[in-house]
C-alpha cells in the first residue's frame, strides 16, 4: 500500500483506503499546497530549527513562519522538542522526507520535461 514498495502487486491498488487515511493524505496534501510550508518542511527534513532560524531561512515574516509552523504540526507533519527556551521543530519521520522528494522530483519532471525513471 506505500509508495516505496515498488514491488506490490497491482491488486492493492484494487482496494481503495481507508476514508480516514484518505483525509489524512489530503490534509497532508492540503498542507504542501502552501510554497512557504513546502519550503519550511524541506528545511525541517534537513534537521531542527527554531522560529528564529526559518523566519531567516525562508525570508517569510516571522508570525507568518509561526503560523505556519502550526499547521504543519496540527497535521502531525512537524514534531517538536523543547531546549529551554526554545521550541526546535523538525520533519516527523522519513516518510515525510520521501513525501517531499516525490512530489519535488514529480515537479522536477514537470518543470524540464525529463522523462521518469521507473
Known amino acids: 500500500m506505500y509508495a516505496r514498495d ?15 487515511h484518505v483525509d489524512a493524505a489530503v490534509n497532508s496534501f492540503r498542507m504542501l499546497a502552501d510554497p512557504t510550508r513546502l519550503r519550511l518542511l524541506w528545511l525541517l527534513c534537513a534537521g ?25 504540526r496540527m497535521t502531525g507533519l512537524v ?22 522528494t516525490e512530489a519535488l522530483e514529480a515537479a522536477d519532471h514537470i518543470v524540464t520535461g525529463a522523462p521518469e525513471h521507473n
Open 6 to 20: 515498488d514491488s506490490a502487486s497491482a491488486a492493492q491498488w484494487q482496494r481503495l483506503p481507508p476514508g480516514d
Open 48 to 72: 531542527e530549527h527554531d522560529v528564529s532560524a526559518l523566519t531567516v531561512a525562508s525570508g517569510a515574516a516571522r508570525p507568518a513562519v509561526s503560523q505556519h509552523l502550526a499547521k504543519l
Open 79 to 100: 514534531a517538536t522538542r523543547r531546549d529551554g527556551r526554545r521550541i526546535l521543530y523538525r520533519a516527523r519521520g522519513g516518510h515525510v522526507r520521501r513525501l517531499l
